[in-house]
């Protein structure tokens, strides 16, 4: 009898072997990503829900007694957290989906005034005084408009709620500015809100982490930061606790050759 054996080329054999554990690595990232998406969910809707059921209660109460006083509180309470679950869903639902940019030319100063526009009412109910610096701006860039415009309103909501928080603070303010350099476009978004101390700076990209408690998805800013990083640009956060915080965001001004961006900085 003769036995025709047949065994894989050495080389053969370890990309074959290497290629099995890149992806069982992979999967074991996505499992642990996957457990970690589902604790903060999980652990975010019941906050959100407890929050709900609160107002829905107060609401009920001042309907049978008819305090209007107390409806119009629980009224507000379940009005917040229904655009608190709104704004989790839509954050889940961002980083859900992937795709590649859109590219196309947009002016910089009508860009800049329709991200500004979109908060100006919610800022003003709050009393925060918004501060616009792009006046001089003029021009076009290269970006996917509607993920840079969505990054920076995550950006601004920060500020808006480090604002919030800042109780000590009598004329709460944000400054949302934009300027020009030769190879790329510079935004800054600075508050007089609470800030952050040096730990907390280094983890607010992180998938997840908030220090908001149940206010938050953790995801906001990791989008945010994500979305600047496939443009090929990159954020610098300068922080500290009781002295606000200043957000640089620099994207190139027109469409990279390669994304991946730089590192973030942290001062």
């Keep these: 009898m003769r036995w025709n054996w047949q065994f894989a080329e050495p080389k053969e054999y370890t990309e074959n072997l290497e290629k099995l554990v890149h992806e069982k690595s992979e999967l074991q990232s996505h499992l642990a990503s996957l457990g970690l998406m589902i604790g903060s969910i999980s652990h975010g809707i019941k906050g959100l829900l407890t ?86 701006v003029a021009g076009d860039f290269e970006a996917d408009g509607a993920y840079l415009h969505s990054a920076l309103i995550n950006i601004m909501e920060n500020a808006i709620d480090a604002c919030v928080a800042n109780e000590s603070v009598k004329d709460p303010e944000i400054s949302f500015g934009i300027r020009e350099q030769p190879a790329n476009i510079i935004f800054e ?54 002295s606000g915080t200043l957000f640089q965001i620099s994207i190139p001004r027109k469409r990279p050759a390669s994304t991946g961006g730089g590192p973030h900085e942290y001062v």
């Design 189 to 242: 978004i600075s508050d007089n809100g609470i800030g952050m101390d040096a730990d907390t700076i280094t983890k607010i990209f992180t998938p997840f982490f908030s220090s908001k408690g149940s206010k938050g998805t953790g995801l906001g800013l990791f989008i945010s930061n994500s979305v600047i990083e496939q443009h090929g640009g990159r954020i610098q956060v300068k922080s500290a606790l009781g």
């Design 51 to 136: 929050g709900l059921d609160g107002g829905m209660y107060i609401l009920n109460s001042g309907l049978a007694t008819k305090n209007q006083n107390q409806v119009m509180e629980g009224w507000e309470l379940v009005k917040m957290m229904v655009e608190r679950i709104r704004a989790m869903v839509m954050d889940i639902l961002f980083y859900a989906k992937e795709r590649d940019l859109n590219y196309k030319r947009i002016n910089m100063l009508a860009f800049a005034e329709e991200v500004a526009k979109e908060l100006a009412p919610k800022m003003k109910d709050l009393k925060i005084h918004l501060k616009k610096r792009f006046d001089s």
